[in-house]
């Protein structure tokens, strides 16, 4: 029986053609590819500068540096997310909190920070840095996010890790709003390197920093070096970074797939229809749609609702079935090591409860009618058996 994975990378010829040209060439590291993926990603984003990075968590490791965060900073993310959203504020020593989900976006609300922010701008421990995230690829409330991040003097460092190709108030993720964004371009992303990440920012500084940050905080720029350069051969490393560099090879890669971005998201929006109309009148929560954004559909997470069954019953006969469903997220802040630093259950009740009833169901570019609909056919017959 065919397995139909949750999502799947989709390589095309070109993709081949353009990794093999990086083999044969002179260099598969630190050569010319990563600036050209850099600027391209830069063009499509609508933004000044684009970093390209070993991963989006080394992406948001640095990211908090280049903004100052260390210890005794602050740093809010959503529980609604994978680990990394969080782990990256303890790298950099900081003290991490959550705030919780709007129920219907799965996106950190509006309504809770707020709130949160009133009561800790009464005690004096407002954040440094604030780390929404773009579940599922739908873009969060991002002018709301830059009014209260004026108004309570913090940084939007955005995690669009799901949400290459999305768009907000007819920008793309990453131009606006935030003072950094970034993405991801992990094997099951929209657009993949294999492994990978890209950091967005309009602020040249940030971006220099980032650059800095990425390769042992080493700089070749005789403009920047305290000390005069006695030969080409100097360089000084003037910061504590990091080996969060990308192979050229990669870069090629993403380069060949970033001219696919948008059909390979139509691709998935058209699928994402078809499951809006095969899925209608069952017991379930559809992802959610929102007229000032356009969603990149990384997932299609579905809850259940109302029914008699158990989300285990449901998973484990898809599973029996060789459908390779999932659940995306457990919460952040209940995972054993944050219970360790104080969380628990009933700490943030909306991605409790939406995290008891998500279903991801498969979806990727190259998903054939025959296998969606063999994933229909079986999840109706788990939520009816």
Known sequence: MEFIPYSCQEVSREDVDAVCAVLQSEYLTQGPAVPVFEKAFALEQEVSNAVAVSNATAGLHIALLALGVS????????PNSFVASANCALYCGANIDFVDIDPTTRNMSIGALRAKLGHTSAVGELPDVVIPVDFAGLPCDLRELRELADTYNFKIVEDASHATGAAYQGSPVGSKFADITVFSLHAVKIITTGEGGMVTTNDSAIAHRLRLLRSHGISRDEQAMERDSPGLWYYEQGVLGYNYRMTDFQAALGTSQLRRLSELRS????????????????????????ADRSHAWHLYVVELDGGTKSRQHVFQIMRNENIGVNVHYIPIHTHPYYARLGYKWGDFPASERYYERALTIPLFPAMTERQQNRVVTVLKSALHS
Do not use: C, F, I, N
């Not at 994402?272 to 379930?284: C, F, I």
């Open 71 to 78: 210890s005794g900073s602050r740093v809010w993310t959503s």
């Open 267 to 290: 691709r998935r929006e058209a699928m994402v229809h078809r499951y809006d109309e095969l899925l209608a009148g069952l017991p379930l929560v559809l992802p959610p749609r929102l």
